[in-house]
């Protein structure tokens, strides 16, 4: 199954240049997607090293990649909070996707990563900004209502709702010559589904945690999938639910 944001990814990744041989660094790489993503246009020749500070996500990663036979990827545990050290240096590029925002300080991150990266080499972000959407012109509450629980559980967790609309600054800031920054949207169509039930079923124990729900008989979780369909196509709705913006960004010191 694809990932969500893999269409945009691509697009982010055929827009800056990253090409056959390259090395490039996956920072906060998850299980993988993204990596696996960009083994696709590095090829035999290119390497890529993600770094993640979740055990189960790396080790999950790491055996996708045995099992794929892979043998120019790396995986290795790491805090991106902290002064992080890799045993590897003079990157093309580095990319990064729906991290920055788990950050507490990603000015900081952004540059002791710099310091793996070569000069004029690459830094790409996709981020997703939570704070404008949902936008739509019908009233749809089953939508409203299991979006706004997932953003009050990313908020109690200190998450940047805002960091899509921020990421221009930041890497400018960080004292990259950033060269273009778009915004790609999510929309959902009565026919076209929506990742919301997919993302409630995943977050049901951290909105626990968080106390944004008592029970997860509140989020109605067996019907919820059916019960969005069912409201894009009462309502023919089309509903932007998501904002990702998109940076490209190009190291100008050595
Ligand atoms: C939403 S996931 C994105 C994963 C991957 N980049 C993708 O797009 O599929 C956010 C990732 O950031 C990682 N992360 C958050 N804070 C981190 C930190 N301080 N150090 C390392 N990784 C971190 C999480 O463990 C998680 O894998």
Redesign the pocket.
């Known amino acids: 199954m694809a990932?969500i944001?893999e269409d945009i990814t691509r697009k982010l990744i055929e827009s800056s240049g990253i090409k056959n041989g390259m090395k490039v660094l996956?920072l906060?790489?998850?299980?993988g997607?993204?990596t696996f993503l960009l083994a696709d246009y590095i090829g035999q020749d290119g390497l890529i090293v993600g770094?993640?500070?979740?055990e189960n996500?790396i080790n999950e990663a790491k055996l996708k990649s045995k099992k794929l036979g892979l043998s120019n990827i790396f995986f290795h545990l790491?805090?991106?909070?902290q002064d992080f050290k890799l045993g590897y240096s003079g990157f093309d590029a580095v990319i990064?996707?729906?991290?920055l925002m788990?950050?507490p300080n990603p000015k900081k991150t952004i540059q002791t990563t710099l310091n793996y990266l070569k000069p004029k080499g690459l830094f790409l972000a996709q981020e997703n900004d939570l704070s404008l959407t949902p936008i739509g012109l019908k009233s749809m509450p089953e939508h409203i209502k299991i979006i706004s629980l997932i953003k009050k559980t990313l908020e109690k967790e200190n998450v940047n709702l805002k960091m899509g609309l921020e990421l221009n600054t930041i890497l400018t800031d960080v004292g990259l010559s950033v060269e273009k920054v778009w915004v790609e949207t999510a929309i959902s169509t009565p026919n076209q589904p929506t990742p919301w039930a997919y993302l409630g079923k995943m977050m049901k124990d951290r909105m626990l945690e968080q106390k944004v729900i008592n029970d997860v008989s509140e989020i109605g979780l067996e019907t919820l999938e059916k019960r969005l369909s069912e409201e894009r196509v009462i309502n023919q709705s089309t509903f932007i639910t998501d904002l990702v913006f998109c940076g490209i960004g190009r190291k100008i010191t050595s």
């Open positions: 990932s944001g996956d906060g790489c998850g299980n997607n993204v770094i993640d500070s979740n996500a790491g805090n991106l909070d990064v996707r729906r991290v788990y950050l």
